[in-house]
Nanobody
């Protein structure tokens, strides 16, 4: 079993920054990738960014490229999402994701609200 605990969400003005953290516990050796997804009201959950645990290859949604940066600390099995130049359209619940033996595991979500 893998458990994911997110932190770092909140309310910020447009143009501001936030950093999300996601700490994994349990059988962390089985995690092959971690990432962040978000879901805004009335919309489907979408991938924001992900990173492999070996090699550190990253992948970003076009809407956040150049503004968000994903990073990892394998020793702590923690993944971070640095979000800069935030826009109102970034408002959503952000979910941490871990791929464990080809299965998705999810955190409980953290709210990010960007005011205009």
């Amino acid at each position: 079993q893998v458990q994911l605990v997110e932190s770092g969400g909140g309310l910020v003005q447009a143009g501001g920054s936030l950093r999300l953290s996601c700490a994994a516990s349990g059988i962390i050796s089985a995690i092959t990738a971690m990432g962040w997804y978000r879901q805004a009201p009335g919309r489907q959950r979408e991938m924001v960014a992900d990173i492999t645990t070996s090699g550190g290859s990253t992948n970003y949604a076009d809407s956040v490229k150049g503004r968000f940066t994903i990073s990892r600390d394998n020793a702590k099995m923690t993944v971070y999402l640095q979000m800069n130049s935030l826009k109102p359209e970034d408002t959503a619940v952000y979910y941490c994701n871990a791929v464990v033996a080809a299965h998705d595991r999810w955190g409980q979500g953290t709210q990010v609200t960007v005011s205009s």
